[in-house]
């Protein structure tokens, strides 16, 4: 009776070892399905190309992004704005394929980047230069860098001061987390203060706007920015041109990037290719930039 009792518990304790195998094993495989396989709504369509960051790059993607899509009516391309500083986080956190910036990626963001294993890529799609911008009514014609460095340092407060009308200068510059502020503060600034009352913009077509709206206004603008309402004044006795632009007289000149995490491959890849061709660099000159050739 005994033996009988302790065979039982015996083969109880045998059930339930395997049943607790079967258990971990099928929460293994639960693990490793939930891990591979996402809901829908989280699922990355292998056939949509997102596009992020300057709005400095926006008239070329947007433009290009439009005319492929035309022609590979199978790709889906988004692209939207929100700087250059946008562009570079979103190719780091992977909220992106392309990231758009009108400056070259920091050191620290690399180092962010590779702290999340993401290896930035950058390729170069086309070169602007920063037009310096007034007011139509200003009448100025030329400013030097230094000049340019002192109006937006707030040491030269009034146009009287350059040889203009007797009127306070309203400064316009673009928002710090921009590209364009980034080589501004670089190229001009040199790493000056803005002065305080300075007015702060989110792209440069508000930076156009404001100062074709604003009497005794100054900004800075990527090329396509420009406009009969805008009156542009050269740098140095410099005009900004493809020329003067690629031979880097014009003393604002820079290139314009994507950013990709490692070598573009796949569709973000053919659709940088097509940017980089004949019809996207004409796209490049279309919209007011300068092409690489």
């Known amino acids: 009776m005994f033996d009988s009792k302790k065979n039982k518990e015996e083969k109880m304790r045998g059930i339930n070892k395997v049943l607790f195998l079967a258990a971990a094993v099928s929460l293994m495989f639960a693990a490793a399905a939930?891990?591979?396989?996402?809901?829908?709504?989280?699922?990355?369509?292998?056939?949509?190309?997102?596009?992020?960051?300057?709005?400095?790059?926006?008239p070329i993607t947007q433009k290009a992004a439009e005319d492929y899509m035309k022609v590979n009516k199978d790709i889906e391309i988004s692209v939207?704005?929100?700087?250059?500083?946008?562009?570079?986080?979103?190719?780091?956190?992977?909220?992106?394929?392309i990231g758009n910036s009108s400056r070259a990626i920091k050191s620290k963001e690399i180092m962010n980047a590779r702290a999340k294993g993401v290896n930035p890529h950058e390729t170069v799609i086309a070169r602007?230069?920063?037009a310096i911008v007034v007011h139509p009514s200003n009448s100025l014609k030329n400013i030097t860098v230094d000049q340019i460095q002192a109006i937006y340092t707030g040491q030269i407060k009034r146009w009287s001061q350059?040889?203009?009308?007797?009127?306070?200068?309203?400064?316009v510059s673009r928002d710090t987390s921009s590209g364009t502020y980034e080589v501004f503060n670089e190229l001009v600034l040199k790493g000056s203060k803005l002065r305080t009352d300075c007015i702060m913009t989110v792209s440069n077509r508000e930076v156009a706007e404001t100062v074709k709206n604003t009497n005794g206004a100054i900004g800075y603008?990527?090329?396509a920015f420009l406009s009969d309402g805008l009156n542009t004044v050269t740098v140095e006795g410099i005009t900004a041109s493809n020329a003067t632009i690629?031979?880097?007289?014009?003393?604002?000149?820079?290139?314009?990037?994507?950013y990709t995490n490692g070598p573009p491959a796949g569709n973000a890849k053919a659709f940088i290719d097509?940017?980089?061709?004949?019809?996207?660099?004409?796209?490049?000159?279309?919209?007011?930039?300068?092409?690489?050739?």
Do not use: F, H
């Open 34 to 58: 939930s891990a591979a396989w996402k809901w829908p709504w989280q699922q990355q369509k292998s056939n949509v190309v997102s596009i992020q960051g300057s709005t400095t790059n926006l």
């Open 80 to 97: 939207r704005g929100g700087g250059s500083g946008v562009g570079i986080a979103g190719i780091i956190d992977g909220a992106c394929d």
């Open 128 to 130: 602007d230069g920063m």
């Open 162 to 171: 350059l040889g203009g009308a007797d009127e306070p200068i309203v400064v």
């Open 221 to 223: 603008v990527g090329l």
């Open 246 to 258: 690629n031979n880097k007289t014009y003393k604002l000149a820079r290139e314009l990037y994507v």
């Open 274 to 293: 097509y940017i980089l061709s004949e019809a996207g660099q004409k796209i490049v000159a279309d919209v007011g930039y300068v092409p690489l050739r």
